[in-house]
């Protein structure tokens, strides 16, 4: 079905491939840094640390979810004010920079309040927690400045922002765990990336900081409300778990799991540019009155040829894949990493589906993504003797979601 529509689709995908080229290539670049700080951690921490820091990370990534939420509201509503006037998309940025800051900082004095809770619940040192809370916050300030880039089509002065924040966050955790700072290091790694790769966004965006008015964003608050909970759920399901894993397991074998959902996620992280290059695009086109759902079909085409090679990749050779990454500490991730794979597969589809409907403002799909999160959490709670247990969990609760929102927003 899907196939044939894509068939009798005009062949004019708005340079969407030479766009999601350039992201891709610039993303390929910045998630092999970011993969190699993994497998420098993985190595030198050993399983039982690196369980620790992929947990802090699971909790960045869920913290980071009101910023995350800005990707598709920020390329959105900046893709259409820019197009009809360049000059008034200053005041939104600054606006939006500013509730940002401000919902950091509360982070920031919540998790400090709670650091002792949290480190008792999963027994980690409370001076990480407090230290997570600066990490969201430097994420809030980059996450603006690389989605207004993505907004306006900038998508090299993009790039730059991306590759700067991965190869500084690679290179000062390997010289400080060199130093012996541990966790600590990958922790202020991660801080400076973010910080000096910020300077270059402001610098980038700077001429657009001048003027003073700025058309106003109609229903923004209903749309950014619910993007932020389509983020959210979609941040849950690759976190969440992670998080149960960390309550059921011990330390070693938590270790093991991070390891292998780090590895699984280069599926959805490779198919990442497509969603970042059709947002604008598709936006757009709607903003014109004009059907952009061929851009939905090359987007699905797209992940399925970029995410099924990482799959099939990850099926075949899970022992060399493991070893490459992680070496030999890690060879019960073998028995993990493949499955896992597909659970991406099925996620980055869904990710495609629910992104496309953000951009068009499509019927809601907040339900149906709901009730795999609560698949996957009761799924796991129920089912847990074994680490594959969880995986197939995650599995089947992913390719539910998929099988049922990408087909409801394809026909």
């Not at 894509?6 to 030479?18: F, V």
């Not at 809770?117 to 300030?141: A, P, R, T």
């Not at 000062?172 to 600590?184: A, R």
């Amino acid at each position: 079905m899907f196939l044939e529509k894509l068939k009798h689709t005009k062949i004019n995908d708005s340079n969407l491939l030479k766009h999601t080229f350039i992201v891709s290539v610039s993303l390929l670049i910045a998630n092999l840094m970011n993969y190699l700080f993994q497998i420098y951690t993985g190595r030198i921490l050993g399983p039982e640390k690196y369980g620790i820091l992929g947990l802090l990370l699971s909790l960045f990534y869920i913290f980071s979810v009101p910023v995350e939420s800005l990707k598709t509201f920020l390329t959105t509503q900046i893709s259409k004010i820019y197009s009809k006037n360049r000059n008034s998309i200053g005041p939104l940025i600054q606006k939006i920079l500013r509730k940002m800051l401000f919902l950091g900082i509360v982070f920031m004095v919540l998790l400090t309040l709670f650091s002792g809770m949290i480190s008792g619940i999963f027994k980690i040192g409370e001076i990480l927690v407090i230290y997570l809370g600066v990490l969201v916050i430097l994420n809030f300030i980059f996450s603006i400045f690389k989605f207004s880039l993505a907004g306006i089509q900038k998508f090299k002065k993009m790039s730059v922002l991306v590759v700067t924040s991965s190869g500084i966050k690679l290179l000062m955790t390997v010289f400080l765990i060199s130093l012996g700072f541990g966790i600590f290091g990958a922790i202020y790694g991660i801080g400076a990336g973010l910080f000096l790769s910020s300077v270059i966004g402001i610098v980038f965006l700077r001429k657009f900081f001048v003027y003073k008015s700025s058309p106003g964003v109609k229903d923004s608050k209903s749309y950014f409300y619910y993007t932020f909970f389509t983020v959210l759920l979609i941040t849950l399901f690759y976190s969440i778990d992670i998080i149960l894993v960390k309550l059921f397991f011990s330390p070693e074998q938590v270790g093991y799991y991070v390891a292998a959902s780090t590895a699984g996620k280069i599926t959805f992280f490779l198919c990442g540019p497509v969603v970042l290059s059709m947002l604008p695009k598709a936006s757009a086109i709607e903003e014109k009155k004009k059907n952009p759902k061929h851009l939905l079909y090359y987007s699905i085409l797209y992940t399925l040829v970029l995410g099924g090679f990482a799959t099939l990749v990850f099926l075949i050779a899970p022992a060399f894949v493991v070893k490459t990454l992680y070496g030999t500490a890690y060879a019960y991730v073998k028995n993990l990493v493949g499955i896992f794979s597909v659970g991406m597969l099925f996620l980055s589809l869904t990710n495609v589906a629910v992104q496309y409907n953000l951009a068009t403002k499509g019927s809601s799909h907040l339900l149906l993504l709901f009730l795999g999160i609560f698949l996957e959490i009761s799924g796991i709670v129920l089912f847990h003797s074994t680490l594959v247990e969880v995986v197939k969990v995650f599995v089947i609760s992913t390719g539910l979601v998929a099988s049922t929102v990408v087909l409801r927003e394809c026909l």
